[in-house]
Nanobody
Framework: QVYLVESGGGSVQAGGSLRLSCAAS????????MGWFRQAPGKEREGVAA????????YYADSVKGRFTISQDNAKNTIYLQMTSLKAEDTAMYYC???????????????????WGQGTQVTVSS
């Protein structure tokens, strides 16, 4: 059984930092693409960052590039999202996702993933 469990969310003031974690079970994170997504009330789910664990290739939304970093720890079977210089508009529920099944030439930031975690809330106060 595949499970993804996010942690590390919370409340922070603008300009602060948080690191989100996604612990995987039932598979290894090196077996397919993994991504971080977020969704705020009234908005569509947005791809934030993705990673190809076997190569280390990363992908970022324009809105977060230079501020967020996705990484992996294969020994711990965990991926991370380091968020710095947080803004109020970063407030959302953040989800990690596994097993991209979209088109080969499609964006890895599209929500074409088979498995999703339960989400962790990030609230940034301006």
């Amino acid at each position: 059984q595949v499970y993804l469990v996010e942690s590390g969310g919370g409340s922070v003031q603008a300009g602060g930092s948080l690191r989100l974690s996604c612990a995987a079970s039932g598979y290894t994170v090196s077996s397919n693409y993994m991504g971080w997504f977020r969704q705020a009330p009234g908005k569509e789910r947005e791809g934030v960052a993705a990673i190809a664990p076997w190569s280390g290739s990363t992908y970022y939304a324009d809105s977060v590039k230079g501020r967020f970093t996705i990484s992996q720890d294969n020994a711990k079977n965990t991926i991370y999202l380091q968020m710095t210089s947080l803004k109020a508009e970063d407030t959302a529920m953040y989800y990690c996702a596994y097993d991209f099944y979209g088109l080969g030439d499609g964006s890895r930031l599209a929500p074409w993933y088979k498995y999703w975690g339960q989400g962790t809330q990030v609230t940034v106060s301006s």
